[in-house]
Nanobody, 122 residues
Framework: QVQLVESGGGLVQAGGSLRLSCAAS????????MGWFRQAPGKEREFVAA????????YYADSMKGRFAISRDNAKNTVYLQMSSLKPEDTAVYYCAADYSLRVVTTTPNYWGQGTQVTVSS
């Protein structure tokens, strides 16, 4: 029943920064763990980051630590992914995801947004 809509993708130069947003609808948003995944052309979808429903704990793929930061503002029904020091290999479609279980949201969440394209040029 939750609806997720990503925004903020676009073209950015290597070394630059970008912030993605995911707007959620539904009165149960604050009870969901949230996450971000990405998928490059011809590649499998991979986990990027996740955050608990209360925003008190965050989880990152090892390769994302120090460059990406996930946060949420439940008053605005929005989760963010701040990306810095971007590399061409970060080019992918980025998806917002949600699920009641934190374990599930880091692997196979049930709810997904439509995705937003991020392209990093050299």
């Amino acid at each position: 029943q939750v609806q997720l809509v990503e925004s903020g993708g676009g073209l950015v130069q290597a070394g630059g920064s970008l912030r993605l947003s995911c707007a959620a609808s539904g009165r149960t948003f604050t009870t969901y763990a949230m996450g971000w995944f990405r998928q490059a052309p011809g590649k499998e979808r991979e986990f990027v980051a996740a955050i608990t429903w209360g925003g008190d704990r965050t989880y990152y793929a090892d390769s994302m630590k120090g460059r990406f930061a996930i946060s949420r503002d439940n008053a605005k029904n929005t989760v963010y992914l701040q990306m810095s020091s971007l590399k061409p290999e970060d080019t992918a479609v980025y998806y917002c995801a949600a699920d009641y279980s934190l374990r599930v949201v880091t692997t196979t969440p049930n709810y997904w947004g439509q995705g937003t394209q991020v392209t990093v040029s050299s």
